[in-house]
């Protein structure tokens, strides 16, 4: 740190004090008294407070606007009130306090067993200029309290590391600051390492925002018979390091650099903002590992792309959550009214994912599918599920060979598309493909069967019998249609003429660019029926035209009764498409590109995240293997009425009415094969009169046989 930078910091700090330029000045017993007096004045405000919120809900311009200006002065109502109360409580047991018997008994039971909590109920503060009363006793919710005794659990018992995933508000840091100056109070030789997102977010003179600045603010309105003796409250609190004279008890910060926390010992470090750290805080969170048993990383999602991220979806990872329906002044009628700025700015969908969704996949910044998430639920199925939706229509038999194992049916074009790398960030990835014949349902549909991602550094000798076994797995038989592979390796001595040479496999070279295929990736992810029933999964409405096929065991399709949305369970490897599903949240513009015309944007390819989409892009771009035509006989099927389709004859045996309806089945067909032979006869005479001799050949339509 700049030597110069920290003179002029603590210069500042003396000057600042000296001019009582806070607010709450000084601090000390007076300003305790006044700010709680000041909470119990400000109950005269609820009325205007409320009659200001009527007015201005009767002139709302809709129903969300009304009811947020409603929520807002009910709420405003709610916290002074909740502030006069406590105040009313703290103001008698300071009066109570007469002699030092009674401040030792006082710091005692601070200290003591859930002490914590009762110090928070009593002597917390909080500070929040949005509000008509800024200066508020922190008295914790319930979902808060919770907090305090995870963050005593996890550091001082079981001294270990742990992660806060939170909705933007919900005073998790003011939470754990406060509770580092509980125990900086009482815990002797108890140090904290405070770092956030950059230097000034840490400690930076005159702005109450920073981590020090809270910590200070809470040191100046904690009474004078609890702050360590000869503690001097102009004098004592410097620039990033705060030091009790009693204990031995030090509270020092740093800033976000890849080698913070080195040389630095603590009894834990408050990784605030730790989503937003440069680099994705990876090397920092490696210059970390040993400065303390206990680092507590605070933060909001922000995509896939950092080590929040990576701790967060970690097994077994220490996480506290807070979500922003746990805060009793948070209400749908807030929550409904952020995309249009009635109470402050308006928030983006990617936004709210953000800061109050805690939507790591929807807040990936640049993201390129959007809706991934709310699509998962409509791609990803089961062999299971697939062959239950074939079997309605008599198809089921197709999806099993001789041994009653899954494959793809015989009568499906399919395609296989690779993606040629040999690092761990550039992975080699094999993708199957195909698209249902024509007599199918679903036949506008591209299901993906699965994808191989051999070892890094393999060879194409080893590669080869991996995809050999992949295609008898999935049942495929002859030659694909589509057998493409990225261009760079099908140059001469390139990876695609060594499998021919080796081994007579045929790839050719595809050309993706970097945004050729998205459209069409798009196209196939957006909703169509949308009123009507998926289906594959009736409980959900509308359908994709992509379909990714799992192991049966792997995913499952879950519902959440809080948000009461469906979703699919973590997969458990890549047979239920792990990586695939990585790489569909993770795939973005970068932030260099944003700005650009949308056909000149180039995705992110440098973090390894587009293997698998690369070969799906390859697919995308000739919209799949094609649609394989209908027989004759399929084609005369497919004209019946919906009431004589196989199926539903079929359902009708065992009852009187299926003779009849077979009957009728078969004399419709025999009328539709007439139909259709009058048709090209008449179609052979038409050409036989303009070509002026008779044509032999029969045409049939949609290349039928």
Avoid at 8 to 24: P, S
Avoid at 251 to 272: F, K, L, N
Avoid at 453 to 474: D, K, N, S
Wanted: glycine share 8%; aromatic share 12%; net charge negative.
């Amino acid at each position: 740190m700049n030597l110069g930078r920290l003179i002029d910091e603590e210069l500042g700090y003396l000057e600042a004090i000296d001019q009582a330029e806070t607010f709450v000045g000084g601090g000390g017993d007076s300003a305790i008294f006044a700010k709680l007096q000041a909470c119990l004045d400000a109950r005269a405000l609820i009325p205007d407070e409320l009659a200001r919120s009527r007015d201005l809900a009767a002139n709302a311009d809709n129903d969300i606007e009304r009811a947020y200006l409603v929520w807002q002065g009910a709420t405003e109502a709610k916290k002074i009130e909740r502030a006069a109360e406590c105040a009313a409580r703290r103001l008698r047991l300071l009066e109570s306090l007469k002699t030092e018997a009674d401040y030792q008994r006082e710091r005692e039971r601070c200290a003591g067993q859930d002490g914590t909590i009762y110090w928070f109920g009593m002597y917390a503060w909080g500070y929040d200029p949005r509000s008509l009363l800024k200066v508020q006793p922190f008295e914790p919710f319930e979902y808060q309290e919770r907090y305090l005794r995870w963050l005593d659990e996890t550091v001082l018992r079981r001294r270990t590391s742990g992660m806060v995933e939170k909705s933007r508000d919900m005073g998790a840091t003011v939470g754990a600051l406060d509770w580092v100056v509980k125990h900086w109070l009482f815990v002797p030789g108890f140090s904290a390492f405070l770092v956030s997102a950059n230097e000034d977010l840490v400690d930076s003179k005159a702005d109450p925002d920073t981590l020090f600045e809270k910590v200070r603010f809470q040191l100046r309105l904690t009474p004078s018979w609890m702050l360590p003796g000869g503690f001097n409250l102009q004098r004592d609190l410097p620039y990033m390091n705060i030091a009790n004279p009693a204990n031995g008890a030090v509270i020092s910060g740093g800033a976000p650099t890849e080698s913070v926390g080195r040389q630095r010992r603590a009894s834990v470090v408050v990784a605030d903002e730790f989503q937003s750290w440069p680099g994705g805080a990876f090397k920092q969170n490696t210059a970390l590992s040993q400065t303390s048993n206990s680092v507590v990383k605070l933060g909001t999602p922000l995509g896939m792309m950092n080590q929040y991220a990576t701790d967060a979806h970690t097994p077994g990872v220490n996480k506290f959550e807070m979500d922003w329906r746990e805060h009793p002044w948070k209400s749908q009628a807030w929550f409904n009214a952020l995309p249009y700025g009635y109470g402050g700015s308006p928030m983006t969908v990617e936004a709210i994912a953000q800061e109050v969704s805690r939507d790591y996949h929807a807040s990936q910044p640049g993201q390129v599918f959007k809706n991934w998430r709310e699509r998962e639920p409509y791609v990803l199925i089961t062999w299971a599920e697939l062959v239950a939706y074939y079997g309605q229509f008599n198809l089921d038999r197709h999806f099993f060979d001789e041994d009653g194992n899954y494959r793809v049916p015989v009568d499906w074009n399919w395609g296989r598309m690779q993606d040629y790398g040999q690092t761990a960030a550039h992975k080699w990835v094999i993708s199957h493909g195909a698209r249902p014949r024509a007599n199918y349902p679903l036949s506008d549909s591209f299901f993906v069967f699965g994808y191989l991602v051999p070892p890094t550094g393999a060879a194409v000798g080893e590669v080869q019998p991996l995809i050999e076994a992949q295609q008898r797995r999935l049942g495929f038989v002859g030659e694909p249609e589509l057998s493409q592979m990225s261009h760079e390796q099908c140059g001469e001595g390139g990876v695609a003429q060594t499998f021919m040479d080796e081994h007579g496999e045929y790839w050719e070279a595809w050309n993706t660019d970097y945004n050729l295929g998205l459209p069409q990736i798009q196209e196939w992810l957006m909703l169509m029926e949308q009123t009507k029933p998926n289906p594959i999964r009736p409980q959900l409405i509308g359908r994709t035209r992509l379909y990714f096929v799992c192991a049966d065991e792997e995913i499952k399709l879950a519902f959440n009764p809080r948000t009461k949305e469906h979703f699919v369970t973590p997969s458990k490897s890549d047979l239920s498409f792990k990586l695939a599903r990585e790489e569909m949240t993770s795939y973005h513009y970068p932030l260099e590109e944003m700005g650009k015309p949308v056909q000149l944007m180039r995705p992110e390819k440098k973090k390894g995240m587009d293997n698998f989409i690369d070969t799906l892009r390859g697919f995308a771009t000739q919209w799949g293997p094609s649609v394989a035509p209908m027989t004759r006989q399929e084609w005369h099927i497919s004209q019946l009425p919906d009431a004589l389709k196989p199926a539903e004859v079929i359902a009708l045996r065992g009852t009187p009415a299926f003779v009849e309806t077979y009957m009728e089945q078969q004399q419709t067909l025999k009328q539709i094969e007439l139909r259709e032979q009058r048709r090209e006869e008449e179609e052979q005479q038409a050409w036989s009169r303009f070509m002026g001799r008779p044509v032999t050949h029969r045409r049939y339509r949609g290349g039928r046989n």
